[in-house]
């Protein structure tokens, strides 16, 4: 079955610490994968995606991701995090044939000072 | 920017209401979609529409029923509200197979 799994539910990162959020995928197509982040009370936003080609996304907000076929990932990676990424992010995949992403349960990030 | 715009940010409906929330779209997208949130369950789709008048279900429609008659609006309809479709609901929308979703900021609901 296809699925997306965030194996952490709740990260703390101290401020100016590098932060990598894990995601593993379970898909029988060439998956495109996204990831997004949630403030709290508000909607999703796209932070990055990936289709083909290079397998390092560089995203918003000092984001990027490494697709790793051999792994099944797609892990989120930022140097150095700021009180500003404590939010919730959504790892989440889809295909070629346009079909509705299927999200992961999210991993909620703390940022310490 | 694409805009996706939920009507509501939080309702408070009564249990065996019938219950409307509505989507609107401002980029023409064909795509769009219902998905509810939950604690530790993350997003769960209910519906989707490729096309004006279209509905697909998605994993939890049970409860639940859709309406597109113009492009830009996909509404949700609770037929008979109960207490455990308390939840946020998030409506998105998309151009294309290689765009990422554009989600409104979410409704959420109380069922009483």
């Known amino acids: 079955a296809q699925s997306v799994t965030q194996p952490d539910i709740h990260i703390t990162v101290s401020e100016g610490a590098s932060l990598e959020l894990r995601c593993n995928y379970s898909y029988g197509a060439t998956p495109y994968l996204f990831w997004y982040v949630q403030s709290p009370g508000q909607g999703l936003q796209l932070l990055l995606k990936y289709f083909s080609g290079d397998t390092l996304v560089q995203g918003i907000k000092g984001f990027e991701a490494e697709f790793k076929r051999s792994q099944s990932s797609f892990n989120l990676r930022k140097p150095s995090v700021h009180w500003s990424d404590a939010a919730e992010y959504f790892c989440a995949v889809g295909d070629q044939a346009g079909t509705a992403l299927i999200f992961g349960k999210g991993t909620t990030l703390s940022v310490s000072s | 920017d694409v805009k996706v715009t939920q009507s509501s940010r939080y309702l408070v409906k009564r249990t065996g209401e019938k219950v409307f929330l509505e989507c609107v779209q401002d980029m023409d997208h064909e795509n769009m979609f219902w998905y509810r949130q939950d604690p530790g369950l993350g997003l769960r789709l209910i519906y989707f529409?490729?096309?004006?008048?279209?509905?697909e279900k998605g994993d939890i429609p049970e409860g639940y029923s859709v309406s597109r008659e113009k492009k830009e609006r996909f509404s949700l309809i609770l037929e008979s509200a109960s207490t455990n479709q308390t939840s946020m609901y998030l409506c998105?929308?998309?151009?294309?197979?290689?765009?990422?979703?554009?989600f409104g900021s979410g409704t959420r609901l109380t069922v009483v």
């Open positions: 998105a929308s998309k151009a294309g197979t290689r765009s990422g979703y554009t």
């Open positions: 529409s490729y096309d004006v008048k279209m509905k």
